[in-house]
């Protein structure tokens, strides 16, 4: 059976910003489900083209401070005005299009939602600004909005299936665990040489904790003073750049540390076979689309994330998880895995098996069809 899907998201770019937030994850996602049959036409306020091969684009409007209130009803009102977008179910991503589920039984379709970022990050993130505090805000009551409507829910992590039990009341039947993907084809090892010690990817923002990872090769460099730390994906448009510059000097690491703005997704590639362990830590307990890279490129991990559940989750058979938020207790395994390089071609390839079996597009593309099956049916 054919379906056509329209789905709502935050952005969708293509070219060289392709690999900028849910981008390329989506796009891993959407070109599996059409080899089984699933059709899209993709929504957003934020995107760079009209259409990504044979998917069409379409812009939603941007309202400076209104957008978040009128995306949904933008969404609505086009589907309303142009009646060739005739489609079997709705898929929206985060709490952006809050304001189209008031409009669920009019639209008469099934309704799904996936969350990415957690939208508990408030109770257990330390309070940055009142910026900080109110997008936090809107993320935990607009979800609330959306989950009560949604006829199915997708979560990247057990965590969140969790935490809306126990806040939102939500019916645990309609939460559904599908992790994030790569393309294992793609990310995949490759001989080189592994001249970078210890890798960061993604932008320098609150939730990623850069400056904990400044503070973790600064104890490094105390043991081995010629470490070499990259952090690949931030730039001066990051929240925390200029405070990680900061520290970079202050600690005197410029020879240790070098950044790298956001490259192309392919030529990540390269750094993460170049590199011999990959740090991942976050404030919210999600599944990190660059922790899945590294794995797929036989790199092993140092991270205090245990995002997912059973055979799926990250253990210390692919590196080292589940760890305090504490630089010396991060530095201390990195060490390790530096100076031991049969255990960590074990765990890197540990890693790769892991990713192979649970995170490839294959692998979420058909949990997606089903969870669409059932919607209809």
Known sequence: MTLHVARLCPEYYTGKAFNRGLTLNLYYLIRELEKLGVHHHLFTPKTNADHQGTIPITTIPL??????????????????THKKYNYDLIHTHNYG???????????????????????????????????????????Y???????????????????YKRDMVKYYHTDPAKIHFIPPQVDAKLFMPKQCQKDIDLLYTGRFVTLKQVPFAVEVTR???????????????????????????????KHKLEHNITIVPPVDHKKLVEYYNRSKVNQF??????????????????????TNMHPAEGKASFTNKEGYASLPLKPDVFAEKILTLLEDEPLRRKLGNAARKKVETYYTPQVTAKKTRKIYDNALS
């Not at 309202?63 to 309303?80: M, P």
């Not at 008469?108 to 957690?118: A, D, L």
């Not at 609330?144 to 199915?152: L, M, P, Q």
């Not at 200029?242 to 970079?248: D, K, P, R, Y």
């Open 97 to 139: 299009f809050f304001n189209l589920y008031r409009y669920k039984k009019k639209l008469n379709k099934p309704m799904i939602h996936s969350i990415h970022g957690s939208p508990f990050d408030i109770k257990y993130h330390p309070l940055h600004s009142f910026r900080h505090f109110k997008e936090m805000m809107y993320a």
């Open 219 to 249: 104890i490094l460099k105390q043991t081995k003073p010629d470490i070499s730390t990259y952090f690949v994906g931030g730039g001066p448009g990051d929240e925390q750049y200029h405070e990680v510059i900061a520290l970079i000097k």
């Open 63 to 80: 309202r400076g401070r209104f957008t978040i209130y009128r995306q949904g009803i933008d969404a609505y009102h086009t589907f309303q």
């Open 281 to 302: 830590v976050a404030l919210s307990h999600g599944v990190g689309k660059t922790i899945l890279e590294s794995m797929a490129c036989g790199v092993p991990y140092v």
């Open 141 to 159: 009551l607009f979800t609330k909005y959306i989950v009560k409507r949604a006829d199915a829910i997708i979560v990247m992590t057990m965590n």
